[in-house]
């Protein structure tokens, strides 16, 4: 990075956010060390996120976990908690780990194992 930037090729202000490249954190001290600021930022913001959002939660709760994609919504029971993920299963079995910040309050407590 840093022969790259001497020589005028690479631009570190000509990064973005939204192409963010999973080693990032790697280039502190290169030319590109505000590219890995904000990208250890970002991944700090993520995990506290998903930290905070297991809050609350324990084993056997029912939860709904949000349609994602062309996922449809799912109601599930935690089974497990870890650091910032819950282990979930379906009312089928398939079982999930799901980042506390997708967790939503299952209101209805509709959640039945087949």
Known sequence: MDQCHAAGIYDPEESSDEEAAAGDEKLVGSAADGVA?????RRR??????????????????AIVPELGRRPALRVEIVALRRTR?????????????????????????????
């Open 45 to 62: 913001s993520v995990w506290w996120a998903n930290r905070r959002g297991l809050a609350g939660w324990k084993v056997g709760d029912p």
């Open 86 to 114: 819950v282990e979930a299963i379906d009312a089928v079995g398939r079982h999930y780990l799901v980042p506390g910040s997708l967790l939503q309050v299952d209101t209805q407590r509709a959640y039945c194992r087949i």
């Open 37 to 41: 600021v904000a990208a250890r930022r």
